[in-house]
């Protein structure tokens, strides 16, 4: 078995990956934060609110808080785009288990989003009328798969790690560890939920769910590895198992830039 994620992809060089026609789109985008100037890091802190602010001065390391700003002005940047809006101007409200959602605004309702930080990466995705999560995740040469597979994952799961050839165990590990965050941050369960509780099989990326829980249909997954090596996976849940379209390509640090000045 191979794993088929790999930089180079065709999602990356085409920029979008189909899983249906006449589909709903989500927005999917990344920034490796070595593009990150100082004068881009204070103009993408200016699109954040006091609360954002003060979150990202709480943190003790430097490459942290800058993954925090990066990450908070990108979806500011893509909300005010998908919903022609001052990027400053979003205001959010907790959501169910405490989710970040779009606080209610002049716009049409069922605006999303999720976002993730890595130090060396951030990533956001958003859409309309879906729930929605993403997780990025930076290649760790100290990861110990096998025993973390056996320790937080389903059997099945951890099956496809311990068949994994040697030199691609950790691969398989971060894209299932990447599936799996995504789908727990679109339920808005976060690690309340067990991570054995479901499984994913890759090469398309699909989910298993629980007995009882019926809406497997429903969910749509991206998994790939950028170019720079991180991982980055996106869950999406259509309310009626329609086709999703990802639109998914690097941010050019540019894009924040002009929209913050």
């Known amino acids: 078995m191979e794993l088929t994620v790999r930089p180079q992809s065709p999602l990356v060089e085409s920029g979008s990956f189909v899983t249906g026609a006449e589909a709903e789109v989500i927005h ?3 920034l490796p934060m070595r593009e990150m100037t100082g004068p881009a890091m204070a103009r993408c802190l200016t699109l954040l ?12 390391f430097e490459e942290d808080r800058s993954a925090f700003i990066a990450a908070h002005a990108l979806a500011r940047v893509m909300l005010g785009a998908l919903g022609r809006r001052d990027p400053a101007s979003w205001r959010y409200v907790a959501g169910q288990h405490g989710k970040p959602e779009v606080a209610p605004w002049p716009g049409p309702a069922g605006l999303r989003f999720s976002l993730s930080h890595a130090r060396t990466c951030v990533a956001c995705v958003v859409g309309w009328n879906t729930d929605l999560g993403i997780d990025v995740e930076a ?3 100290q990861l110990s798969p096998v025993d973390l597979a056996d320790r937080f994952f389903a059997p099945a799961e951890a099956a496809i790690i311990r068949a994994a050839p040697p030199l691609q165990t950790r691969a398989f590990f971060l894209a299932l560890w990447t599936l799996k965050e995504a789908f727990i941050k679109a339920t808005g369960e976060g690690l309340t939920r067990s991570l054995s509780s479901f499984s994913f099989s890759l090469s398309p990326p699909a989910i298993t769910l629980e007995a009882g829980e019926s809406d497997a249909p429903n969910w749509h997954f991206l998994q790939f590895r950028t170019e720079a090596n991180h991982f980055i996976a ?5 309310p009626t198992a329609r086709a999703v379209r990802f639109d998914a390509r ?10 913050a000045e």
């Open 49 to 60: 609110d006091p609360d954002e602010r003060a979150r990202a001065g709480r943190f003790v």
């Open 139 to 141: 290649e760790r040469p």
């Open 234 to 238: 996106v869950a999406a849940r259509s």
């Open 250 to 259: 690097p941010a050019q640090p540019s894009e924040l830039a002009v929209l």
């Open 28 to 30: 999917v985008r990344w």
